[in-house]
C-alpha cells in the first residue's frame, strides 16, 4: 500500500499537465570485495543503487520535494552479515518511510524515500518542513557543529545521508548572515534535537554560533571558515554537558567503562587546512580532539561512540590527504586516517576517471593498520569500483 | 573525499567565468585611433550587470566534454554561476564576491568556502589559462597598439592592429594581433605570440547576432598553435546586458534559490 502511495506520488508531476517540476538523479552499479574481522571469508558484493529526485514548484515561492533511493543488494554480505538490514538501513525516529521489496537469499532489495519536505520562500525568510538535509559545519571531514547528521568521509556512496525529520526556520538578515533554528522532535525526550544558529561574516571569514540542547546535553558552539593567504582555514570548537546527563548506553565489554559515565564537560575540536597548487596538486589536513575519546580499546567504542554524538571513539583524529590530476579527466587521491594513540590508521587510495559526459568510473581501497582492539584495527580491508550514471 | 570531487568541479566553474568575463574585458587596448577602435569594440561587449547562458566545450583529440551554465554578473565584484549541464554536475551554484568564493553543493546540501588557491586551475584542460584570465585587466595598461593594415575576416572589413608591451610591463605576451571590424567595431580574431615572436594561440570570433540589443560574435573558439585537435569553444545562447541587479542579490540566500 505504502509503496503505491510513493508511486502515485512519483508519477503526479508525469501526470499533470503545466506542473513546473524538476527531476535528476543517478544509476550507480558499485561492486566491493571485503575482508572483515570477524568473519571468516571475503565477501563480495553488487549493490545496483539508483535515485531520483523530484522537486515541484507550486509556486515560484512554495516548493515540494521528494527524493527516494532504491538498492538491490546481491552476494555474500546479504546472506553472511547478520542483521544486514539494519546495518544498510537508517533508523528515523517516526517513520522509516522504507521498503524491503524482495529478500531471498543472497539478493535484497530495498527502497526508501529520504527526503520528503516543504519549502517556502518569503524575500527574508525561510522555512523547510519534512525529511530534510541540514547540513552544518565548515570542516571537510568531521563537522562537530552539525547537530543533525553529520557527513562521513568513508561512506562515500550515500554522500547525500539519510534526512532528518525537522522543521528549520531561516531568517536572513544580510547577504553572508542568517539565523536560524532547527528543531527535530522525537518520541522520546533523549533523542529531540533543537539548534539556534548565527551565521555572520567578518573580513574573509565566514562565522557560526551555534546553541542548542541534543538528546538532553545542552551544547553550544562556534566554528569558522576563511583563508590564511590563499590557502583554506576552518574550524569548529564545541562545548555539552557531560555524556553522564545524556542517554545512557552499556559499556562494549563488562569489563570496560562506558562513555556515558564520564562526568567532565565534553570539548571536541577539529582544525582544518587545505592548499592546492597551480598544477592542480592538493593538500589537505585536519584534525579533531575529542575529550571524551579513547587513547585504548577504541576499536570497541565505535557503536557506543556514534551513539554519544561522537565523529570518532578517539581522544585525537589525524587526517591528511593528497590529490593530483593525472589527466583533465582523471583524478588520484589518497587520504590517511591516523589515530596517535593506539597507532592505528586506514589508507584510503582512489582513482576518479570522467569516463563520458556523465558517466564516472571510481576506484577505491580502504587498507588497515593497527591490533584488533585499535580504533582502525577493528575495521576491514575493503576495496570498491563504482560505475556512475548521472541524468 | 566524494565531496572533493565535487569541490574540485566546482572551483573549476569559477575559472569558466573568469573566461566568460575574459570576452568582455580582454580587449581593453587604448592608443588614439587604435585607442578608439579598440574602446568601442570592447564597449560592444561589455556591460556593468549582465545575465548570460553560455556553453563552454574543451576539444581534445580523443575526447570532449561540455559544461552550460548561467551566470548573472555584477562588474566587477559579483557573479553568481548555476551549472544547467551536464547533469552530473547541474545544481551546483558558485557565488562570488570580491575575492572570496562559495560553493553550493545540492546533492550534499552544503555551501563550501573555496580557497583562493583552488580557484585558477584550468577546467578539464580548457584552453584558457590562468594568464589570460587573471592578468587581462592590466593588458589596458601594458600595451600600445597600432593600426598595422586591414584586412577581411569572415567577409567582415576589418581593422589589423598590433599591441606592443610597454617596456616596463610585466606581461606574458610579446604581441597580439588582433582584428577588429570596421563598421560596428566587432572583435573577430585575435592571435597571442610569445617573446621570441612565435605564435602560441589564436582566438576567433564569429556567428554574429544581434543579442541583448547588440550585435556581438555569439560563438568564440580559442586555438592553441601546434596542438592538432585542440581547441576550446564558448557559445553564448542568451546575453542580456545591464539587467538591474544589486550587489544584494549575490547572496547565500539567492544561491539555493535562483533556477
Redo the contacts between chains.
Sequence with gaps: MRLKILFFLMIIPFLVKGIDFETSGYVKYLFSGAKLPFIQKRLNDHLLHARLNTRWYVTSDLSFSLETRWRTYYGQSVEDIPDFKERITHDYEFSDLGWELIKKNRLFSFAEIDRLYLDYQAPKWQITLGRQRIAWGTSLVWNIIDLFNPMSILDFDYEERPGSDAVRFQYFTGSLSRIEFAYQPAPSNNKQIFALLWATHYGEYDLFFLAGMKHHRKTAGFAWTGYIKDAGFRGEFRVSDPLSEGPQTPAPLPELPSLTNDKRISVQGVLSFDYSFPNSFYVHSELLYNRNGRTRNAGFYQLQAAKADMLTPAKWSLFQEFAYDFHPLVRGDVFVFYNPDDRSGLIAPSVSWSVFTNVDLYLIGFVIRGKSSSEFGAMGNAGFLRLKYSF | ?????F??QG?SFFLLVMSFMLLNSAFLFADQKGTEIVRKANDQLRGKSSIITATLT?I?PN?T??ISMKIWSLEPDYALILITK???D??TITLK?K??VWNWLP????M???????M???W??SDFT?DDLVRESSIVEDYTHTIIGEEKIGGYDCYKIRFDPKPEAGVVWGKIIAWITKKNYLELKAEYYDEDGQLIKSMLGSKIKKMGGRLIPSYWEMIPQNKKGHKTIIEYHSIKFNVKID??F????NMK?IR
Design positions: 573525499m566524494k565531496k572533493k570531487l569541490i574540485k572551483k574543451v581534445k575526447w566534454r561540455s551536464p547533469a552530473r547541474k545544481g564576491r575575492r572570496e546533492s550534499i546540501r552544503r563550501i568556502k573555496i580557497p583562493p588557491s583552488m585558477l586551475q584550468p578539464m584542460g590562468n550587489p544584494s549575490f547572496s547565500q540566500q534559490r
